[in-house]
């Protein structure tokens, strides 16, 4: 009886047992499989990641490549202008500055953008070439001063040249007021126009910020004028002192649009506005916008008419001068001897004609300093380079500036 109770227990457990490793044996399958999945994800991640490297290098080489290629074309237009200028001199007229036949030297860089170079297997290489003369160059407001800055710790802003900054401040005092820059009640009514004409085309908003298109207008040109003392009579450097770090006003022509983030009242959403308008090349300049290629929004900043009495011209003109690119035509300050010439008097209206454009400039312009963008697509990555080119040393083109351009810039 004691026999066959022992023989029952023993056979009842094995069901049990067989269980259990059954379960087991399932829970090390799905943790191998679990593990195996594990691997082959982080295996593709670093595979993709290693890819994406090697096409981020690509790019990155491409677009350097690009600016390098556009600096090449750029000596050849420089070659270009140089025979038109001996063209000229010898009676050649427009046709020779612009290096004989339809387009010219215009035909070596405009377009460009619009050709994108197909390299294969996923890798394009677009160029883009803009003379910096198509915008409204803000060092034309203000007259350079007679003598520089010494000291360019003046916009340190780490602090640690104080000493040298105040040396340098206390030099810049010293000079003769004629001898400084300031800036005209003219350009004052001006740049409050343009300000007022980009505030008005911002996408935001207007009741997100207020802004005081005069006061920001006269912060500019305090910020560039060779004193110390603002427009309104206050200290130029009052607001920027209390910034953390500190700094001082530039009090000299702007080297690079990215300063005017530095001026007082003007935020991100302005700044970034402004860029699509304004250049500060070449520096020294005096030349105003060169209607023959600015773009429709900046022609409409165009300020024209009779001292004091001027006004940014309006949509109806800056259809006519646009549409003058259209039927291969310049407009020229006298119609001279070339067929492509349009005088301002025959213009529209004739408004242009009407007592004189300001800043003023001499129709046709000849380019001299170009903003180069490079474009370099590598599988799914991108690469933008920009650079700012001078065209007018005679070693080649210099190299003024350049950046690497993320998101929206």
């Known amino acids: 009886m004691s026999r066959v109770s022992t023989s029952s227990g023993r ?7 067989r269980g259990i490793v059954l379960i ?16 082959q994800r982080r295996a593709m991640i670093d595979t993709t990641v290693s890819a994406n490297r090697l096409d981020a ?10 600016l390098r290629l556009a600096e090449v074309l750029l000596v050849v237009v420089r070659s270009k202008q140089a025979a038109g200028d001996a063209a000229q001199d010898e009676g050649g007229g427009v046709a020779g500055l612009l290096g004989g036949g339809a387009g010219g030297v215009d035909a070596l860089w405009q377009g460009l ?16 070439i803009e003379d910096e003369g198509a915008k409204l160059n803000l060092n034309a407001l203000v007259p350079a001063k007679a003598q520089p800055v ?6 340190d802003s780490s602090g640690a040249d104080d000493e040298a900054a105040d040396r340098a401040r206390e030099a810049e005092d010293a000079l003769d007021e004629d001898e400084e820059s300031s800036a005209s009640e003219e350009a004052v009514e001006y740049l409050t126009e343009v ?11 207007a009741s997100t910020r207020a802004y005081d298109a005069k006061a920001i207008a006269e912060n500019v040109l305090d910020f560039m004028d060779g004193d110390s003392t603002a427009i309104n009579g206050r200290s130029e450097d ?10 001082r006003a530039w009090n000299r022509p702007l080297a690079s649009v990215d300063q005017l983030a530095l001026v007082e009242e003007i935020d991100p959403p302005l700044f970034h506005e402004l860029r699509n308008y304004v250049t500060v090349h070449p520096i020294g300049g005096s030349q105003g916008i060169n209607l023959n290629r600015a773009e429709p929004w900046v022609l409409k900043l165009v300020y024209a008419g009779t001292s004091g009495n001027r006004r940014l011209i309006d949509d109806r003109l800056v259809e006519d001068i646009h549409a003058l690119r259209d039927q291969n035509k310049l407009a020229c300050s006298s119609a001279g001897g070339d067929p492509r010439c349009v005088s301002l008097s025959e213009i529209g209206s004739g408004d242009l004609a009407n007592g004189e454009v300001y800043p003023p400039l001499e129709l046709p312009a000849k380019p ?10 590598v599988g799914a990555i991108d690469r933008r380079f920009e650079a700012i080119y001078d065209t007018r040393p005679e070693t080649g083109p210099q190299l003024l500036s350049w950046r690497r351009l993320r998101g929206n810039d």
């Open 11 to 17: 056979h009842g457990a094995r069901p049990r047992e």
């Open 238 to 247: 009052e607001y920027y002192r209390r910034q953390d770090p500190p700094y």
């Open 113 to 128: 953008g619009n050709v994108p170079i197909d390299l294969g297997d996923g890798r394009t290489l677009r160029v883009e």
């Open 57 to 66: 290098a690509e790019a990155d080489a491409l677009a350097r490549g690009g």
């Open 24 to 39: 087991l044996v399932l829970v090390v399958i799905v943790a191998m499989i679990t593990a195996v999945a594990a691997f």
């Open 195 to 205: 300000m007022q004409y980009v505030i008005d085309g911002m996408p935001q908003d």
């Open 368 to 377: 001299s300093v170009f903003r180069v963008t490079a474009t370099a697509s």
């Open 150 to 155: 010494a000291d360019a710790a003046v916009l």
